[in-house]
């Protein structure tokens, strides 16, 4: 029709490309990009993005040791207990690291590190004691010595509830056994299951040692026969003397060491045999505080802190003979490197450092100073210092010891691989997608 326009036929509609999400990435870019995060506590949220992301992280075994392997455990803070208190504590007291990152500060505000899901038991009224605390685990024991607890306080679910009596362990004694506290042993291979677990409790008497032994495997101990050892109670400690070995336990690679009042010996148990030796401590000086602990790789250490600030390393190694001997690695004086962390304060302490623990490469070191009409001690304002072991550099992070208090580092549930599955395994399964 004259006058009409025309129209154009209409634009034919152009396809839209495909939806790229996040879902669409492959898992090896995704393991690639993963790698790159800055900590474990990064990595579980990031996986928290979809389902796809989360099971490319669970499902990769050889993925999780490579990020393991690149990603030195965190330290989260510090367990104390005082058990001299009157009254005694309820609960360990917790102190937080200071964090650079907020996902490592969120893990510790979304755990129960004050351990308050132990108040809902009812027949826990005595309060609980702090016995270790290895590879994200705190191992307890009720006030009435019957009842012990393994929590690991990031996933606070998997806390395992077992008795334990000391009757038995007493039997065939001559006077008073000592009792000492308990130790909690993790399985390093990763196949095993990650729940399992061990507990050992020793029992000393004279020139006796004997071990009890608990497997969350079997919900049962085991009690082991009496064992003389072939250096008892040191000269002077008088007849029936019980009291010869200290009530702490050190740890490291499948040996459990009780050391002797005297720091010349040690009584060593292969927690792979239940058999006991007694070894000789390598150095021996009044003027010296020691604890027994591990590198960053996994190697059997000692670390001596002397009262002039010195500390040395000490690594065990096998000679020509095929003889294990305890070696010197490393040796610094610490003075300058107190004087760039505590400014001024550092004439406080002019007693020197006391070593508190070593663990996944660092010792933890306690400040000492002089106390009105006492012996030198670790006092109020005294402060818990972090040293590498691999630079032998104070660490800027610090921990102010309120009390004469036994502090025991809470290792980052990466400290230990089978941990490190462990909390993965409740925050990849318990967690919201």
Not at 410 to 418: E, K
């Amino acid at each position: 029709m004259t006058g009409e326009v025309s129209r154009p036929p209409p634009a034919k509609r152009q396809k839209k490309p495909g939806t790229t999400g996040a879902s669409s990435l492959g898992d090896d870019l995704l393991h690639e990009i993963f790698l790159r995060l800055p900590s474990l506590a990064t990595l579980v949220r990031a996986a928290h993005t979809c389902r796809s992301w989360r099971r490319a992280v669970a499902s990769c075994r050889a993925f999780r040791r490579r990020f393991r392997a690149t990603h030195p455990a965190p330290h989260l803070g510090l367990y104390s207990f005082q058990a001299s208190a009157a009254p005694p504590a309820a609960f360990p007291s917790f102190a937080p690291t200071r964090f650079s990152g907020k996902d490592q500060a969120a893990a510790v505000r979304g755990g129960d590190f004050f351990l308050t899901s132990l108040e809902e038991r009812s027949d826990g009224a005595h309060g609980w004691e702090i016995h270790d605390c290895r590879g994200g685990y705190v191992l307890l024991g009720n006030g009435d010595q019957k009842t012990m607890c393994v929590i690991n306080p990031l996933a606070p679910r998997s806390r395992r509830f077992f008795q334990f009596s000391y009757k038995d362990m007493i039997e065939g004694h001559r006077g008073i056994p000592v009792l000492h506290k308990a130790c909690l042993l993790l399985s390093s291979e990763e196949d095993e299951d990650p729940f399992s677990f061990r507990v050992v409790r020793i029992a000393n008497h004279e020139s006796r040692v004997r071990v009890k032994v608990f497997s969350s495997d079997t919900q049962e101990w085991s009690l082991y026969p009496w064992v003389h050892l072939r250096e008892g109670p040191p000269a002077g400690s008088g007849p029936g003397s019980t009291s010869w070995l200290l009530r702490t336990n050190m740890q490291v690679n499948g040996f459990v060491y009780w050391i002797y009042t005297t720091q010349r010996r040690m009584v060593t148990l292969d927690t792979a045999t239940m058999s006991f030796s007694v070894d000789e401590l390598p150095i021996c000086r009044d003027d010296s505080t020691f604890s027994i602990g591990e590198t960053s790789n996994g190697e059997s250490c000692i670390l001596y802190a002397f009262n002039d600030f010195r500390v040395r390393v000490l690594l065990r190694e096998i000679n020509t003979d095929g003889v294990q001997k305890w070696v010197l690695g490393k040796s610094e004086q610490l003075e300058t490197e107190l004087h760039r962390v505590l400014g001024k304060q550092v004439m406080k302490y002019c007693y020197g450092l006391q070593v508190v623990a070593v663990r996944d490469g660092f010792a933890y070191l306690g400040t000492l100073n002089k106390l009105e009409n006492t012996e030198h001690c670790v006092g109020p304002s005294s402060w818990i210092l972090s040293l590498s072991l691999e630079t032998m550099k104070l660490q800027d992070t610090l921990f102010e010891r309120m009390s004469r208090s036994c502090f025991l580092p809470i290792c980052h549930v990466m400290a230990f691989y089978l941990t490190w599955q462990l909390w993965f395994f409740f925050a990849l399964e318990y967690g919201n997608t």
